[in-house]
């Protein structure tokens, strides 16, 4: 079905944002750059808003510029992403989607104990293993975000003042923004990682930071992928831990006992292979 719930969403929010950023830059028309009248203002607000929220991070003018509640709008947009499925980077909507509906039957569990509530989305059941899921990716999502602001505010090798639009810099913004465009995949920030500026005034440890750290949580298959290949490895290295030891044991020098203990570990603990990762 096309016009699901998450497409409805998804366009509910991008047309909210159009309308929100014209209204905004629309009662400023010839204060900023490529804005001289109203279908200037309509315009450079459908594209930055298709742009940011689809996290393709394309510019035409510096919306450095715009008011703060364009900046605000654009970096709603751009924490919410595309829908599932999309090379788009974000949270993505459906997992807002599934959130909400899992924060909503809390709420009404609260209200009414004795209230048994199924979660749907599109007509199919949401299970609780796959809200379990999302709960997760979640509280990992906001970790690495947590994490890798803290260790770029450390960076001591930003400039005072923006060499592109000769604006002061404000420290705050321009690492949490640069943070939530790595994480994101998108590219654009806001102050000095803006659309008329890039990120060569970081240091070489913050560069080591956004893309090893923060860039595979904007791809949830990578992340998935990365999340199997160490548990499998770390399956592999309990098994020979565990030769290893009861090599060691009196009367197990032949090794013969190995598989028939291995057989009855593996019988009651599956292994996790990197078919059966949730990708």
Same mark, same amino acid.
């Given at each position: 079905e096309i016009f699901n719930a998450e497409f409805k969403t998804f366009l509910i929010f991008v047309i909210g944002g159009i309308f929100l950023i014209s209204v905004n830059i629309?009662?400023?028309? &010839? =204060?900023? =750059?490529?804005?001289?009248?109203? &279908?200037? &203002?309509?315009?450079?607000?459908a594209f930055y808003a298709a742009s940011v929220i689809s996290t393709t991070g394309f510019a035409t003018v510096d919306y450095n510029l715009w008011p703060t509640i364009s900046h605000v709008v654009l970096m709603l947009a751009l924490f919410m992403g595309a829908c599932a499925g999309s090379t788009g980077g974000g949270f993505k909507v459906s997992r807002l989607i599934i959130l909400s509906k899992g924060a909503s039957? =809390?709420?009404?569990?609260? %209200?009414?104990?004795?209230?048994v509530k199924k979660l749907t989305l599109d007509g199919r059941r949401l299970d609780h293993e %796959?809200?379990?899921?999302?709960?997760? !990716?979640?509280?990992? !999502?906001?970790?690495?975000? /947590?994490?890798?602001?803290? %260790?770029i505010?450390?960076?001591? !090798?930003?400039?005072?003042v923006n060499?592109?639009?000769? %604006?002061?810099?404000n420290e705050g913004v321009t690492n949490f923004t640069a943070v939530a465009s790595a994480v994101n995949n998108i590219g654009p920030g806001l102050d000095m990682v803006g659309p008329t500026a890039n990120y060569a005034f970081f240091s070489p440890f913050s560069k080591i930071v956004?893309?090893? /750290?923060q860039c595979p949580l904007g791809d949830t298959k990578l992340l998935c992928r990365c999340l199997? /290949?160490? /548990?499998?490895?770390?399956?592999?290295l309990q098994d020979k831990l565990c030769a290893g030891i009861l090599m060691t044991l009196p009367g197990l020098e032949s090794g013969m006992l190995w598989p028939i203990i291995k057989c009855s570990i593996s019988s009651t603990a599956k292994p996790l292979t990197l078919a059966q990762s949730p990708i």
């Open positions: 629309c009662s400023h028309i &010839g =204060e900023f =750059e490529g804005i001289d009248s109203i &279908g200037d &203002g309509i315009r450079h607000a039957r =809390e709420m009404q569990t609260r %209200l009414h104990p004795r209230q %796959l809200i379990r899921t999302v709960n997760a !990716y979640l509280v990992i !999502y906001f970790m690495v975000f /947590v994490v890798s602001l803290l %260790l505010s450390f960076d001591p !090798y930003a400039p005072a060499s592109a639009t000769g %604006l002061t810099m956004q893309p090893s /750290v199997a /290949v160490i /548990v499998v490895l770390l399956q592999r």
